[in-house]
T-cell receptor, first 117, second 114 residues
Framework: AQSVTQLDSHVSVSEGTPVLLRCNYS??????LFWYVQHPNKGLQLLLK??????LVKGINGFEAEFKKSETSFHLTKPSAHMSDAAEYFC???????????????FGQGTRLTINP | GAGVSQSPRYKVTKRGQDVALRCDPI?????LYWYRQALGQGPEFLTY????????KSGLPNDRFSAERPEGSISTLTIQRTEQRDSAMYRC????????????FGSGTQLSVL
């Protein structure tokens, strides 16, 4: 079974400094990997996805993630944090089982990002 | 509507009561998913529909949980004889299907069983 591990439950950075949210995955196949963001009282929003094309994936709001097969990692980064980035972030792998186009997402436990002014 | 709509936003019920949670997906979306998110955890897959057909219900925890999507649009997740351990955020998501991988999530229904 595929799984993801988010290495930090909480990350706190100052506004304007870099953000690093760490994620390691376990998969027997070439996985599809995603980062989702969850703002308070809102639905989950897709930040970016990796599907075996370029290993460096650019997403919305200045976020990007790099797929490193040798390290089984898919860390999320942003050069300069903004107050509006404060949210819960989930690393996600898509289960290999496909039934007529279905995809079963396997979520990590989440990392809460706090931005200090 | 513009996004996935779930109702009610909050549901408080007494143990032993039945509850029905509603999901209205984005118009034209073929695929519909239900996920459950416990406090401090990531969402966990419950069940999946392709049009009106329930293709996968492997994530439903027990037979008190059921879901339907009779006309291939709105879906209802029903929990019978609720227990305190059922308290969680229940999230619905939809997608275009046919291998399209972008899921759009609703804001969820927060269920509290007293």
């Amino acid at each position: 079974a595929q799984s993801v591990t988010q290495l930090d439950s909480h990350v706190s950075v100052s506004e304007g400094t870099p953000v690093l949210l760490r994620c390691n995955y376990s998969s027997s196949y070439s996985p599809s990997l995603f980062w989702y963001v969850q703002h308070p009282n809102k639905g989950l929003q897709l930040l970016l996805k990796y599907t075996s094309a370029a290993t460096l994936v650019k997403g919305i709001n200045g976020f990007e993630a790099e797929f490193k097969k040798s390290e089984t990692s898919f860390h999320l980064t942003k050069p300069s944090a903004h107050m509006s980035d404060a949210a819960e972030y989930f690393c996600v792998v898509s289960d290999i089982v496909r039934i007529q186009g279905a995809q079963k997402l396997v979520f990590g436990q989440g990392t809460r990002l706090t931005i200090n002014p | 509507g513009a996004g996935v709509s779930q109702s009610p936003r909050y549901k408080v019920t007494k143990r032993g009561q039945d509850v029905a949670l509603r999901c209205d997906p984005i118009s034209g979306h073929v695929s519909l998913y239900w996920y459950r998110q416990a406090l401090g955890q990531g969402p966990e897959f419950l069940t999946y529909f392709n049009y009106e057909a329930q293709q996968d219900k492997s994530g439903l925890p027990n037979d008190r949980f059921s879901a339907e999507r009779p006309e291939g649009s709105i879906s209802t997740l029903t929990i019978q004889r609720t227990e305190q351990r059922d308290s969680a955020m229940y999230r619905c998501a939809s997608s275009l299907g046919q291998g399209n991988e972008k899921l759009f999530f609703g804001s969820g229904t927060q269920l509290s069983v007293l």
